[in-house]
């Protein structure tokens, strides 16, 4: 059973930094893409960032570009998404996400392209 488990969350002030992990199990992770989505209250819930399987090639939304930075440690089966810059509009629970595609040639950017979902984690950035 695939597991994502999301860590680092809490509250910062604007212009702070916070760094997320996603740690996963369940399946070989480096063969897979992983993804960060992020939903406010009252908001669909928004793609943020992707990484490759490979780890080579990244994708972010225009409005953390930038500021926010994807990565992955295959060794360590974990997922992270460094943000700085922080401002009150990022203010979400984040979701990490698998892909559901075995090395999928272009980066998923889509929720409808994952397949495993963490339980998410609470970012509040204050003013």
């Known amino acids: 059973q695939v597991q994502l488990v999301e860590s680092g969350g809490g509250l910062v002030q604007a212009g702070g930094s916070l760094r997320l992990s996603c740690a996963a199990s369940?399946?070989?992770?480096?063969?897979?893409?992983m993804g960060w989505f992020r939903q406010a209250p009252g908001k669909e819930r928004e793609f943020v960032a992707a990484?490759?399987?490979?780890?080579?090639?990244?994708y972010y939304a225009d409005s953390v570009k930038g500021r926010f930075t994807i990565s992955r440690d295959n060794a360590k089966n974990t997922v992270y998404l460094q943000m700085n810059s922080l401002k009150p509009e990022d203010t979400a629970v984040y979701y990490c996400?698998?892909?559901?595609?075995?090395?999928?040639?272009?980066?998923?950017?889509?929720?409808?392209?994952?397949?495993?979902w963490g339980q998410g984690t609470q970012v509040t950035v204050s003013s």
């Open positions: 996400a698998g892909d559901k595609l075995l090395r999928r040639p272009q980066l998923p950017i889509y929720s409808y392209e994952y397949t495993y």
């Open positions: 990484i490759s399987w490979s780890g080579g090639n990244t």
């Open positions: 369940g399946r070989t992770f480096r063969n897979y893409g």
